[in-house]
């Protein structure tokens, strides 16, 4: 089960982290995604930190602005955003899953997702 939390609602230029909790599953052997939503649209990539090297990707339009990272110890991900734009309001959900290579970057190839969080940034 993952549990995302930490969205809320913010000015533009504003920040949030976002996390991630992990039950009844080790995120030492997933990749943890980040991934957004607006009404009307599919679910699209934000981020993804990757299980075996631990590296990272984004989307073009976080890239800077946007930090991944996880604390296996604590069997949490993050997702620090800053610099936050209005363009950004979605709901955010979290998910792990254990393709490679550019599949990383397709929702279909998530296992498990959490609930997701609503953040909304205003101008």
């Known amino acids: 089960q993952l549990q995302a939390s930490g969205g809320g609602s913010v000015q533009a230029g504003g920040s949030l982290r976002l996390s991630c909790a992990a039950s009844g599953r080790a995120l030492r052997n997933y990749n943890v995604g980040w991934f957004r939503q607006v009404p009307g649209k599919e679910r699209a990539f934000v981020a993804v930190?990757?299980?075996?090297?631990?590296?990272?990707a984004y989307t073009d339009f976080v890239k800077g602005r946007f930090t991944i990272s996880r604390e296996n110890a604590r069997n949490t991900a993050y997702l620090q955003m800053n610099s936050l734009k209005p363009e950004g309001t979605a709901v955010y959900y979290c998910?792990?899953?254990?393709?490679?290579?550019?599949?990383?970057?397709?929702?279909?190839?998530?296992?498990?997702w959490g609930q997701g969080t609503q953040v909304t940034v205003s101008s």
């Open positions: 998910a792990i899953g254990q393709t490679v290579h550019s599949g990383v970057y397709d929702p279909a190839n998530y296992y498990y």
């Open positions: 930190h990757r299980r075996n090297d631990g590296s990272t």
